[in-house]
Nanobody, 124 residues
Framework: QVQLVESGGGLVQAGGSLRLSCVVSGVTFSNYGMAWFRQAPGKEREFVGGISRSGANTGYAGSVKGRFTISRDNAKNTVYLQMSSLKPEETAVYYC?????????????????WGQGTQVTVSS
């Protein structure tokens, strides 16, 4: 049974930082490309950042580039999203996702597995 379990969300003031974690089980984590997406109420799910299976290749949405960093620890089956300079409009549920092709995609339809999400609320 494949499981992706996110943690680290919460309430933070604008300009603050949070680090999200996603622990993956039930698959060979080091074979999977990973990504973070987010979804605000009434909006579509949007790509935040992605990372290849080795961690050598990463990519970000333009809106977060320079402020967010995606990383992974294959020994711990965990992917991280370090977020800084957070803005109120980034309030959303953040999801991690995994795909078996080992690279990252910005299209959510490319992903095989999803976590349940973790709420991030940025107050102004």
């Amino acid at each position: 049974q494949v499981q992706l379990v996110e943690s680290g969300g919460g309430l933070v003031q604008a300009g603050g930082s949070l680090r999200l974690s996603c622990v993956v089980s039930g698959v060979t984590f080091s074979n999977y490309g990973m990504a973070w997406f987010r979804q605000a109420p009434g909006k579509e799910r949007e790509f935040v950042g992605g990372i290849s299976r080795s961690g050598a290749n990463t990519g970000y949405a333009g809106s977060v580039k320079g402020r967010f960093t995606i990383s992974r620890d294959n020994a711990k089956n965990t992917v991280y999203l370090q977020m800084s300079s957070l803005k109120p409009e980034e309030t959303a549920v953040y999801y991690c996702s995994a795909n078996s092709r080992g690279v990252w995609f910005s299209n959510p339809n490319a992903y095989d597995y999803w976590g349940q999400g973790t709420q991030v609320t940025v107050s102004s």
